[in-house]
């Protein structure tokens, strides 16, 4: 007996609005896969990238972690990045954070949650090293949002820090990094500004030869 019928039931509906709307849709679909952008997002339910950028399954290839982190030692992530630059051919790189993300606000406080902890470190890092800023501010929603964005940021530069991205830049390929955040309290995405297009832009420490 299957306990989740109503899900097979969705996906038939879905199904059948699909190829109502493109009869071939499907058969076209699974020949292969083109995109040209790479999602790194957070797991969190709510922030599901297809429906934000309002794209068909196959236009996006999607990375999502807790907190929507970028970790020079995470095999899964570099491996996902790897597969969409030199295999995929992907042109863009979007690194997108939420505000109300639960990994960052969990890194702001002192509990202990287990496992989880270690993966926090890494936000812990950046609250540290932007704690100066962080205090100037005097409402505690102001310094949640702010430390929501500072990870996006963070993370597009590691992003960049990658052998991976550097040396497709290196071959002439056309990539781009961007970083935005998610406002789930209206759905509408911001654009953080900052947005890597070549090697010239990444700090000389972490260029590789």
Known sequence: MRELN????????????IT?????????????????YLWIGCSDSRVTP?????LLPGEIFVHRNIANL????DLNCLSVMQYAVEVLQVKHIIVCGH?????????????Q???IDI??????????????????????DEKFRFLCEKNVIEQVANVCNTTIVQNAWKSGRKLVIHGWIYDIEDGMLKDLDV???GLEQVESTYKMA
């Not at 297809?50 to 309002?54: A, E, K, R, S």
């Not at 505000?99 to 509990?111: D, F, P, T």
Request: charged share 30%; net charge positive.
């Open 70 to 73: 970028v970790v020079h030692t």
């Open 50 to 54: 297809n429906q934000i950028v309002d």
């Open 195 to 197: 947005c890597i297009s």
């Open 99 to 111: 505000y109300g993300c639960g990994g960052v606000k969990a890194a702001l406080g002192a509990r």
């Open 113 to 115: 949650y287990g496992l």
């Open 6 to 17: 109503k899900l097979f039931e969705k996906n038939k509906g879905w199904v059948k609005k």
């Open 119 to 140: 993966w926090l470190r890494h936000i812990k890092d950046i609250h540290r090293r932007y704690i100066i800023e962080m205090d100037s501010l005097q409402d505690e």
């Open 20 to 36: 109502t709307e493109d009869p071939n849709f499907f058969s076209a679909l699974a020949k292969e896969q083109k995109p040209e």
